[in-house]
Each structure stands twice: as structure tokens, then as C-alpha cells.
């Protein structure tokens, strides 16, 4: 099952979507049914969603083995399991997990976030 944004750090980028949306123009294939296409590299996912009547702007499908979840807000808990979710696509600015990333992260010495 496939999240939705969140965790703060990232893994690995599977794959990219591009999602379309029969009503907002997008071909119709099933009875106004959202659908995606799958891209490996953000240009060409980039390049047919700007060139497709009813597409979003290209999402990454990203694997967290490990994440911070944010049930309140403040509220920060290390979780170590594996997990894929979309994120958009300028989250992939911060840096790839590492050992220390999240460890880092509850240190008392971090600057906040």
C-alpha cells in the first residue's frame, strides 16, 4: 500500500508518476477513473506531464526503510520499518538517509528543523 508525503527523509526513488485526471481533460479509459503513467527518470516524467491536457506535475515513488513520523505536530517518532509513498518531487532536495540522518535528527545538539 502506497503513502502519501511524510517521513522527512528518503531511501531510494523508484520510479516517477504522473497522474491524470479525466476531469480535467485527461484521456478517459475507465468511467472518469484517475489513472498514472511511470516514468524512470524525472525529465521524461517532466516532459509528459507538460506536454498531457489533465496531468500533475510529475511525484517520485520513494522507498523509506526507516522514517520520522509526525502523528502531532512537534511530535517526532523514529520508525524502523520499510514503507513507499509519493512525495513531491522538490522534497528530494534534502539528502538521502544515511546512518546518522535520523539519529541526528533527535539530537539535542541539531539545530531545529
Not at 485526471?21 to 507538460?50: C, K, Q, R
Amino acid at each position: 500500500m502506497v503513502k502519501s508525503g511524510g517521513g522527512y527523509v528518503w531511501d531510494e526513488v523508484l520510479e516517477y508518476r504522473v497522474w491524470c485526471h479525466p476531469g480535467n481533460g485527461a484521456e478517459d479509459f475507465e468511467d472518469g477513473v484517475d489513472y498514472y503513467y511511470v516514468f524512470a527518470t524525472y525529465d521524461e516524467a517532466l516532459e509528459f506531464s507538460s506536454m498531457t491536457i489533465g496531468a500533475e506535475e510529475p511525484l517520485a515513488l520513494i522507498l523509506q526503510k526507516e522514517y520520522i513520523d509526525e502523528p502531532e505536530p512537534g511530535k517526532y517518532i523514529h520508525v524502523k520499518e520499510e514503507r513507499i509513498t509519493e512525495w513531491r518531487v522538490e522534497f528530494l532536495k534534502t539528502p538521502k538517509r544515511t546512518e546518522n540522518t535520523i539519529p541526528d535528527f533527535f539530537s539535542l545538539n541539531t539545530p531545529s528543523n
